[in-house]
Structures are given as C-alpha cells and as structure tokens.
C-alpha cells in the first residue's frame, strides 16, 4: 500500500479545506511544516464539495482548490462534487 | 416558455418569460466543449509540415482525443484563478517592501540562498515558458496544447514574480544585480543552464518527458518546498509567497505531466522504452542539478528546515516510490542509478559546499565555514561517518584561516562534459575516492562525474560534444581574458563585493548595521 498527498497552504483560506479532508479521510496523517501541511493517506484522499461547503459556511466550488495547493502526489480525479487523488496499483 | 417565480411574503406567481433556462455545464462537459472539435486536418498545406516536430522522436500516436486533463480546467476558471494568486502575492509583496521585511530575516547569510536562487533558478523558469510554449505549438490535440500554453503563462509568471520579489533585496545586498547575464556566463551557473538548453533542444515529447514529468512530478518538490518552507523559517515571508504562489501551479504542472506521460505510454508498447530511457536520463540530469539545493539546505539556510537527506527521504522515496509502483503497469521501472542518490545522500551537499568554498573567488555568493554547532548539526543528521571524513576538512580550512592563510583553489577544475558539475564527486562505494568516468568519441577523449552521466553521453554523443563547458571557454580565452579578475568583469561579478567570505563583506556590514540599530532600540 502507497501513500497518497496533497499539500496545502497553512492559511485561513485553507483551514476547512484541511478540515473537510481529515473528516472525510479517518485514515490520514497530516504532517505540519513551516508554511504548510501535508496530508499523506493510504492509497487515496477525496475532498467531498459538501463537506468543504460545510466547514466554511459558503459555496465553494472544486476549482477553487487551486488557490491552497502546493503539491499532491498520485493520480487526480475532479468533477464538480470531489476531488479525489489516488494510485492505480 | 412559463416560468414560475417564487417572492418572499408574496407567494408563487407564475409568468411568460423569453429567458433560455439552462442548467449550470458540468465540469467535465466544460472542458468537453473546450477542448474537442477545436483542431481540422489542414489542407492547404500537410499536416506533418504544419506540425514538423512531432514525428521524429519515434513516438507512435493512435488516437490524439485519449489525452484528458484531469483537473478540466478551462480558461475562464485558469485566468480568475491565477489573477486572485497574483493579487494575494503582490498584496504581501507591497506589505514587505513598505515594511522593510528584508530587516526580519534570521541572519544576512540567509540572503546567499536568494542569489543562488535568482541566478540558477528564475532564468531556468523562463526556459521552462519557452519549452512549454514549444510543446503547444508543435502538439496536435488542444487538449495537451492548452494545458501546455497553461503552464507557458504560468513559468513566466514565476519567472516575472521571482524577479519582482527578489528585487527587494537588491535595494540592499549584493550579487542580484545582473543574475540574467550571470546565469549565461558564470562557470557553476552553467549547470541549471545547460540542463535546460538540454531540455529545450529535444523534441516535444521528451520535454514533457523531462520536464513535465521526470522533473516537475518526480523532483520539483525537493527544489521548491524546501527552498520556500526554509524561507518561512528564515523570516522571508516574501520569498515564502511567491514560492507557494509558484508551487500552487506546479500541482497543476506535475498532473500535466503524470498524464502525459500515461498517455504517451498507453498509444503504442514502442513508446515504451523510448520513454524509458528519457526517464533514466532526465531523472539522473535533475538529480545532478539538485546539488545545489542539497548545499542550500544544508550550509546556506542559517536556520534549517530538514536535511537534504531527510528531503529525498519524504519527496523522493515516499512519493517516488508510490509513482513508480503505478506505472510499473505500463512496463516502466525505476529510473537507472536510482540507487547511487541513495549513497551519496550522507555526502552530497558537504562535496558541493567545498568545492564552492574553494572557489569563493569566483562566485557570485558568499561561502562560510560551518560552526560548531552547525557541524554538530550535519553529523546528527548524516552519521558517525561525517565526523570522521568531513569535520577534520572544515576544521583544518578554520586553522588555515586563523593563520591568515585562507585556503583558495587556484587551478581551474575539470568539468563534467554533461552535468558540468567540476569533477568532485566521490565513488558511489568509496567516499573517499575522485569518480573519473570517460569516452573516446572521435578520437576526443570526454570526462564524466558518474556513470549517470558517461550513460547520458554514451547515447547521444553528437549533442553533448557541442556543450558550452565554462572552464574550456576560459581557456580558449572566450571569457574576458586570462586572468581571474577579467573573467569576474566578463561575469559581471564585482570583484570585493559580490563575491569571497561573508565574513568582512558588504552584506555582512549591511546587517551588523541593522542589528546595532536593533540593538541600539532595545536599549
């Protein structure tokens, strides 16, 4: 088994970005850096629209992922209501 | 068509309206329309002539609409998002400059990493917009050219804010001033250079190769996030900015290249070894252009983040590894000496370090010998056998010192004909032993750091028997003149300020100044 990443900002901008993402994801480990945090997972991370939109008390629109991050690691899938990352083994 | 209106406090009503009512497009459909029907087969003139570049690197491509961007963005969505990162950068960009943020710093050392930065790196940024505008002219399916012409924008962005950040600090440090005349001329400059004019020469689909994937997806993380999480570290929260503000783009760039290169791998198994090979190569070119990172974090930084060591642990085995397991499917296998990083990890930064040290007469930087504390530091960090091999080395250069007789190193170095790196390096199994690697090609013998570097040669020997090798060109009196201090002027090094010891230099003084007057406040 592989971990997947994604790193974010460690800002107010993505503060329930990384909240949505350890409560949808039970399983990951998130590393916290000057700057940043990176958040490792077995085999795959998904951000769900919903939980973020929940977390922030607005609509949030996937795309919008794009002002936080900083790196991933792994394959990405996106669609209007995930964002999800994962390995193909 | 009727439309029913629902008002607050007033109920349903219901009217004609001429409105078209549409349901929101879909993401996916977004980036369906965006990028399917675009292209014709031209007919005044071939298709092989309108796109010449794409056919004589021997990839075979089925069906050009397999390639799909996974993030499915469209141009719209790309300009919004990119003009709200640039407002956020310059936001803080305006804040540090009106602050004087420069003042905040941990030490006027730090400064050094943003010379070697500006000089080796943002030009090389620059070269990345050019190859990738390259790729988007040459590559016949719109979906590839505009995630191409996406990340053209995108390099130059961080070339422009890099330059723009970094400015700050030229109002009151030396060695920034000409970083785009330096990194064409300057001997250790050529090797970020030379390996992007490598990169630029090739074929569009070796430089998504290259560039796209060996480099952006498999190596970027260990130039930028430890450059930008040891700038947050040290103070700069400019240099922090933009770094993030870059990186942001790069998770773009590096799924760009993830799936290029699936794409590539998927039309025809011939791609596979061709591809193969580029990885072996350009894994091994950017590993070679990564020492100087690896000297950054571990003898620049004045407070360290992680060590070099540590760095290729997270951002290499971890991800690398996981990245590699997924393409095993496609018959790929890890990049050829994968193992040899792995033993030169205790070592590298402390060679690259000296080699610079010896040189400080010619570089655009200042170099300093470790503390003790810093020393005590590198052999937490590397092991018993740093203490035994490396410490002995910088404490004799202190008594050298202490003595008055500072050590330089006056004979130019024999250069590596690919990396260009000065031939430095030890065996792989033999730290203590100068690794020679060399070929006879046309009665011409060339030399080698490795055999990463004999194997890349090896291959195409017509292209690096051209290589622009800085020691050569001294000597063939291309650089000025014969003696040091013309080659400095041809550099655009000024000579006493720029370059030799932090200890007793202008940037030194700058900063003692800074913390009298802090001092002096405190007081």
Known sequence: MSNVSITLH?????????????????????????????IDCPDRIVIFRESVELEIGRSWTVNEIHLSLISLAGNVDEDDDYFAIHWNH | MRMM??????????????????????????????????????????????????????????????????????????????????????????????????????????????????????????????????????????GLRISAQMQALDELRHAQTQIHTIGQYNKHFSGLHSFRRMHDRVWYLSVPKSFFDDAVTAGPFEYMVAIGFSFEY???NLLFV?????????????????????????????TLGLEAIKFILEQHEDNVPIVQHWIDKWFWRGYRVLTLVAMMMDFMLPRRIMSWKDAWDIYFNDAGGALFGDLARYGITLPKYVDVPAKEVNRLSTEAWSIFYQYTHAAAF???????????????????????????????????EKEGHRYYNNALP????????????????????????????????????????????????????????????????NCGGASLDQVLDWYGIEKGVDNMDYAGSPDERTWKEWEAMRGRVAG
């Open chain 2, 218 to 220: 498999v190596l970027t």
């Open chain 1, 10 to 38: 460690n800002n107010d901008e993505a503060r329930g970005l990384i909240a949505a993402i350890q409560k949808d994801n039970p399983n990951s480990v998130s590393h916290v850096y000057p700057g940043m945090v990176k």
């Open chain 2, 5 to 142: 209106i629902i008002l607050p406090f007033i109920g349903i009503i219901e009217r004609e309206t001429t409105m078209n009512v549409q349901k929101k497009i879909s993401l996916k459909d977004r980036y369906r329309i965006l990028t399917r029907g675009l292209d014709w087969e031209t007919s005044y003139q071939p298709m092989g002539k309108v796109f010449p570049d794409v056919g004589f690197e021997g990839i075979k491509i089925r069906n050009w609409d397999d390639f799909n961007d996974p993030f499915r963005l469209t141009m719209d969505a790309y300009w919004r998002f990119q003009a709200e990162k640039e407002r956020k950068l310059y936001a803080v960009l305006d804040s540090f400059s009106q602050n004087n943020g420069q003042t905040a710093i941990t030490d006027g050392r730090y400064v050094n990493t943003l010379k070697l930065f500006l000089t080796g790196i943002s030009p090389d940024e620059y070269m990345a917009h050019r190859g990738f505008a390259h790729v988007g002219r040459q590559i016949p399916n719109a």
């Open chain 2, 414 to 477: 024999q250069l590596c004909q690919v990396c260009q790196i000065p031939m430095a390096f030890t065996e792989p199994d033999d730290p203590t032993r100068v690794a020679f690697r060399d070929t006879v090609y046309r009665g011409e013998r060339y030399h080698f750091c490795s055999d990463g570097c004999k194997n890349i040669f090896d291959h195409e020997p017509e292209k690096y028997v051209q290589a622009w090798l800085p020691v050569h060109q001294i000597f063939q009196g």
């Open chain 2, 366 to 400: 200042h170099t300093w010998l470790p503390t003790d504390q810093e020393m005590d530091w590198l052999s937490a960090s590397y092991g018993p056998d740093w203490d035994r091999l490396y410490r002995p080395r910088f404490l004799h250069w202190r008594q050298m």
């Open chain 2, 226 to 254: 430890p450059f930008m999480s040891g700038a947050a570290y040290n103070g700069d929260m400019a240099t922090v900015t933009f770094g993030f503000s870059a990186q942001s783009d790069e998770a773009r760039h590096m």
